[in-house]
């Protein structure tokens, strides 16, 4: 179903993130014919070029990031024909009325910030003072969302001086994964596992976001977050919520998010002992120190904790989280683990398993059931796993090729106004709250992190936080 027409203003529309993502995302969702012909996306950047220079570099980003099966003349020719440009400054007063006169009066509106979170203040300030977004404007933001609870307190305050909160899409683009609506979907849309998920019957969670990548050519940002603040105070953390949550009497946005907010409030802080901080030596690839350059930085390229929600649902149900770089597969699951059966009556011989459900979001998404069941043959009553698979690869044929990615989904959200997937601003400060202390205590203690080979699962230490509760971490494969 198409969307309603709507203007998009992407400020940092010449930027890496609208190159990759978000021009290419709205393209496929327009060769899809989910985006109208009526729609019109401007571009608005600090580069001083004309409509024919950005159009051209649509062309390009469509060239180099959208598959060929979806490359078709016509189709690109009436995209870019939807496609406008303003030279802009941020920060200063050119081009700011020219937007206005590009921006109409009776379609969706809606704006990215694709910029850097030093200038979100700057362009809310603008939008409002020139008199461009209406009541009704989408103001739609990347992370990072701060750097720790006083950075995000402070961005959310520039926000709402000038807009209301149910104007404000905060994007995490692993909420627009197909599977993590799955995991909703699984959960609250079948009566198997909403009895057994909680503590009497799931032994433990762990959550992995595994990359083979290094910090690339964002090393000197990287170097100032970690994967602390990169990954685990959002991503991991939203997935955490999502697992734990309880089930919103509706699938609203803010029966949701307020069911995401009481787990997030209601984690313990983490003991020193339980977290692992790690950074990848050099090997056949430089190594993270030489990738910063900073000899002497004890930031983190990797990250494992265990850590516990205080209520009635997870007490004594430990989460296990790890994220990291250059590791040995590109991997993110959610893995619930419950626990065996109270009593086996096939005796200690046929072994004892327990059901294993895997919710893979990375590379292929998929979830994946293991159940118990005799091991085929004549050798009597012995235990094994089999998997009953679901991948949408396989489920779902023609249907799995053509599902729109994270960024493009997220994206039509917008234009519906639909903030379910979207970060709420008490939820983002809450989770700094939650993270902040656990960073102000290893600067304080002034703790080095532990290093790993490239190409591995982290550090050994990560390997014994699970091994001293007799638990194993999943293969990364
Ligand atoms: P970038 O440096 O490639 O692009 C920045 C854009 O902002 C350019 O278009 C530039 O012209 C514009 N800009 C900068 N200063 C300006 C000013 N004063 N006035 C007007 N325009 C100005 O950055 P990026 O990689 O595209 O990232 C944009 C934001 O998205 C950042 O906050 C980044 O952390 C976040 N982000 C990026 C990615 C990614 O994959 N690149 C992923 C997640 C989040």
């Known amino acids: 179903i198409p969307v309603d027409a709507f203007d998009l203003v992407i400020f940092g529309g010449t930027g890496d993130l609208a190159r990759r993502k978000i021009l290419p995302g709205l393209y496929r969702r327009f060769w899809a014919g989910q985006m109208p012909d009526e729609a019109r996306i401007i571009g608005a950047a600090r580069t001083d070029q004309d409509v024919a220079a ?42 700011w009325k020219e937007l206005k006169s590009k921006c109409r009066a009776n379609t969706v509106q809606a704006f990215y910030f694709s910029v850097g979170p030093g200038l979100f203040g700057d362009i809310a300030e603008r939008l409002r003072s020139f008199k461009i977004a209406r009541q009704d404007a989408r103001i739609v933001v990347e992370k990072p969302f701060g750097r720790d609870l006083a950075t995000a307190k402070e961005l959310n305050r520039e926000l709402s001086a000038n807009f209301d909160e149910s104007q404000i899409y905060r994007i995490d683009h692993y909420l627009g994964k197909e599977t993590v609506q799955n995991l909703m979907a699984v959960r609250f849309g079948n009566v198997l596992f909403e009895p057994l998920w909680n503590a009497q019957y799931v032994d433990h969670v762990q959550i992995t976001v595994a990359e083979t990548v290094g910090v690339g050519g964002r090393g000197a940002y990287y170097d100032k977050s970690g994967a602390m603040r990169d990954m685990v105070q959002n991503h991991l953390m939203q997935l955490l919520c999502l697992t734990a949550m309880e089930p919103p009497a509706k699938f609203d946005p803010d029966a949701v998010r307020d069911e995401k907010l009481k787990v997030i409030r209601a984690l313990d802080p983490v003991e020193a002992d339980d977290i692992v901080r790690g950074q990848y030596r050099e090997g056949a690839e430089p ?17 494992a904790l265990k850590c516990h929600i205080s209520n009635w649902r997870w007490k004594g149900t430990p989460f296990y989280l790890r994220t990291g770089k250059r590791m040995a597969a590109r991997m993110s699951e959610i893995v619930v683990h419950f626990k065996p059966t109270p009593h086996s009556i096939f005796g200690e011989e046929a072994g004892t398993k327990a059901n294993v459900l895997s ?40 249907e799995a090729a053509d599902m729109p990615d994270a960024y493009e989904r997220l994206i039509m959200d917008v234009m519906r106004g639909n903030q379910t997937l979207f970060m709420r601003g008490d939820e ?5 709250a939650w993270t902040d202390p656990l960073i102000e205590a290893w600067t304080r203690r002034g703790s080095k992190p532990c290093s790993y080979a490239q190409g591995s699962t982290g550090p050994e230490e990560a390997m014994m936080l699970m091994h001293k509760d007799r638990r194993r971490w999943r293969e990364l494969e």
């Open 54 to 95: 950005f159009r051209t570099m649509v062309a390009e980003a469509i060239a180099e990031f959208v598959s060929e099966r979806k490359r078709d003349a016509d189709c690109i020719k009436r995209f870019l024909d939807c496609i406008d440009y303003v030279t802009l400054d941020a920060r200063g007063e050119a081009g």
């Open 287 to 303: 190594g993270y120190l030489q990738d910063v350059e900073n000899p002497d930085s004890r930031t983190e390229s990797f990250i």
């Open 359 to 398: 919710i893979r979001l990375q590379p292929d998404e998929g979830i994946d059931l293991s159940v118990t069941i005799k091991e085929p043959g004549p050798g009597g009553m012995r235990l094994m796993d089999v998997p009953l698979d679901m991948s949408f690869a396989e489920a779902l044929g023609e």
């Open 428 to 432: 983002v400060e809450a989770a700094w």
